[in-house]
């Protein structure tokens, strides 16, 4: 929007100087030329300017039109102050520009903290991954077994869903028992003390198991047809094959499970990794404000400088006219002249005196990307 804006008002003042043009170019043709021819003509019947003359004071004339004429387009053209507010621009984009690389500066160096963060806890995530991965085996294991013997609890209710209602909540039991398992195991200070413990916990699981079994049995034996003399089979079995299961599930936990100080550490790792992506907008935004304020001033400046460039175009084709002024009165008096003399303030252009231009200077037009990379 600010961009067009500025292409819209640029359009505009190039149609103010155009029409400044065209007035100056009938200035030009309708006044000044013919004035000029007649001054000429005038300084030519008395043989003007005499010979050894060196001063331009016989066309000084033209000189007072054309600083008029000057003075005229400063006037229209109303950009004495772009260089100014130019210059304003730059120092405000740099005002901000400072804050922002202020801001830029804390977010990076809270970014640099962070990564080293991840970089430290990084054994810490990797082995909770690990521990996610074998949760899985320690879910199915403590759990799949006891869900699977929900039947058994069919000896004391009829309904199916029930007991299985049941054998869910015996699984999650057994869960939870076989990770206090492993922290005790964890705790133990020998071996005995690990063989102690491991074998005390599958004394009391299997002591649970075996009445599973047991039941489990019974059920089976209940289902079976008339004609059959029932299953021959141990509720030891069952144990065996639900100990088999528990033991995989508690050692698991025992060699996977982390310590409470990891567990922080892992906390911490995925807080710094919440913060990283924070972080990393917080730094996307400041860079995008300061590529859309450097894009935005250069456009001000690209605008500011065409409005200059344009004004000096128009004093110098003001300039032009001048010296086209002064060739057309060295032209009209030489061939008027009765003496056919040439004086010496016609052998060279360098005697008429500049014209006082306001929009030559280069410095006024010389802002640009360089002046943004001073600081």
């Not at 004495?80 to 120092?91: G, L, R, T, W």
């Not at 922290?183 to 599973?212: C, R």
């Not at 280069?362 to 802002?367: M, N, P, V």
Request: glycine share 2%; charged share 25%; aromatic share 10%.
């Amino acid at each position: 929007m600010k961009k067009q804006q500025q292409d819209t008002l640029i359009q505009v003042i190039r149609t103010h100087d155009d029409d400044f043009i065209k007035e100056l170019n009938r200035i030009h043709t309708q006044e000044i030329l013919p004035m000029t021819t007649d001054r000429a003509k005038n300084d030519a019947t008395k043989n003007l300017p005499a010979l050894e003359t060196q001063s331009p004071i016989h066309f000084e004339f033209l000189t007072t039109r054309f600083n008029r004429l000057i003075v005229d387009f400063k006037t229209h053209a109303q950009r004495n102050h772009e260089a100014y507010y130019a210059q304003k621009d730059i120092s405000e984009f740099k005002k901000l520009e400072s804050r922002l690389q202020e801001k830029l500066k804390g977010v990076n160096n809270e970014l640099r903290i962070k990564n080293r963060a991840i970089e430290n806890l990084k054994s810490c995530k990797e082995k909770m991954t690990t521990y996610n991965k074998a949760l899985v085996g320690i879910v199915l294991l403590s759990c799949s077994e006891a869900i699977f013997a929900s039947s058994s609890f069919q000896i004391f209710m009829s309904n199916l869903l029930l007991s299985f209602v049941i054998g869910v909540t015996f699984a999650v039991a057994l869960y939870y028992s076989a990770t206090i398992g492993g922290k005790l195991l964890k705790l133990t200070k020998s071996k005995m003390q690990f063989i102690g413990i491991l074998s005390a916990i599958l004394l009391v699981i299997g002591g649970v198991f075996y009445t599973l079994g047991y039941f489990r049995l019974l059920f089976l034996n209940e289902m079976a047809e008339p004609s059959q003399s029932g299953y021959d089979l141990s509720p030891l079995q069952f144990m065996a094959i639900q100990l088999f299961f528990y033991i995989c599930a508690i050692l698991l936990k025992y060699f996977y499970l982390p310590e409470k100080s990891e567990v922080e550490q892992y906390s911490q790792w995925k807080e710094a990794k919440r913060d990283i992506a924070s972080l990393t907008k917080q730094q996307q935004d400041l860079e995008g404000q300061h590529t859309d304020m450097e894009k935005s001033l250069k456009e001000t400046l690209i605008a500011r400088k065409t409005l200059m460039s344009n004004a000096a175009d128009t004093e110098r084709r003001i300039d032009a006219l001048y010296k086209d002024s002064y060739q057309h009165y060295v032209q009209i008096n030489l061939h008027h002249r009765s003496d056919s003399a040439i004086p010496k303030c016609f052998e060279s252009m360098n005697i008429l005196p500049p014209l006082t231009l306001y929009f030559q200077d280069e410095a006024l037009q010389d802002f640009n990307e360089a002046e943004l990379e001073d600081e």
